[in-house]
């Protein structure tokens, strides 16, 4: 596998308060994560940094050969569960952290299936050059994703409203977090992506397929970061990229 990450604070950020991760597990396997931080400054740095540096430690010292469907979904939910653990203790145990977050994408890519858990609007993809194809993996936990799926508004409607950075799940803000899993069968060839709202916000999935599927995984997120700095570069972007 091939794997390849970037991110930028964008132009219109001080700082940059998203975060990933990257690695080879055993042979034929390897994790990605990114997690994009909410709060102040220095308090959605700190969230992101922490639940990236935590959700790998568990992920690396956790995954085996041979594990089952069952054991990886349960090491990945456990992973983000203990950095919400984490990352919630220290919000409570000093002011200037209260109310800090982050959304988190982890997954465990083999030669066979990705493996994801996710919370808040950090995105992942899959793309097939074969068939010229994008799937999005996750669903957004955001209000604005809640109103399109009750009919309130429309997709087209919603890329520009008021509330669309406001989100409904996050590392750190509770006791416990929901996340969510999808697992997804890959073939060679497949590319996926995973990102930060900062690029999402930006690019259509049409506009990212475009780029991912005739391009090697550096040259492709190079891309895709430049496109979305393009088109405003208002927030954080990160992308990272596996290609199986």
């Keep these: ?8 604070r964008g132009l219109k950020r001080d700082n940059n308060q998203d975060s990933y991760s990257f690695g080879e597990l ?20 700190t969230a ?19 594990m089952s469907d069952i054991s990886i979904k349960s090491l990945l939910y456990s992973a983000v569960e203990y950095a919400n653990k984490y990352i919630y203790s220290i919000s409570l145990s000093d002011e200037r952290y209260e109310g800090m977050g982050t959304t988190v994408v982890a997954s465990i890519i ?34 604005v994703q809640k109103m399109i799926e009750d009919g309130e508004i429309t997709e087209s409607e919603a890329v520009n409203h008021p509330k669309k950075n406001l989100i409904t799940r996050a590392v750190g803000v ?14 060679p060839g497949d590319m996926l ?6 690029l999402s916000n930006y690019l259509t999935a049409d506009e990212i397929l475009q780029v991912a599927s005739d391009r090697y995984c550096e040259e492709c997120i ?10 405003g570069g208002s ?3 990160t992308v990272v990229a596996v290609k199986i």
């Design 1 to 8: 596998m091939i794997l390849a990450a970037k991110t930028d």
């Design 26 to 45: 055993a042979t034929g396997a390897c994790y990605a994560i990114v997690c994009d931080g909410m709060g102040g400054a220095a308090e959605g740095a």
């Design 48 to 66: 992101s940094r922490e639940c990236a540096r935590i959700v790998r430690e568990r992920i690396t010292s956790g995954y085996h050969d041979g």
């Design 110 to 143: 083999t030669d066979s299936f990705i493996y994801i858990v996710h919370a808040g609007d950090s995105r992942a993809y899959l793309v097939n050059p074969e068939e010229n194809r994008i799937n999005q993996l996750t669903r957004d936990h955001s209000v």
């Design 174 to 187: 509770e006791n416990n977090v929901r996340a969510d899993f999808c697992q997804e069968d890959v073939s």
């Design 193 to 198: 992506l995973i990102c930060t709202d900062g």
């Design 222 to 231: 190079n891309e895709l970061v430049r496109m979305a700095l393009r088109k």
């Design 235 to 237: 927030d954080n972007v």
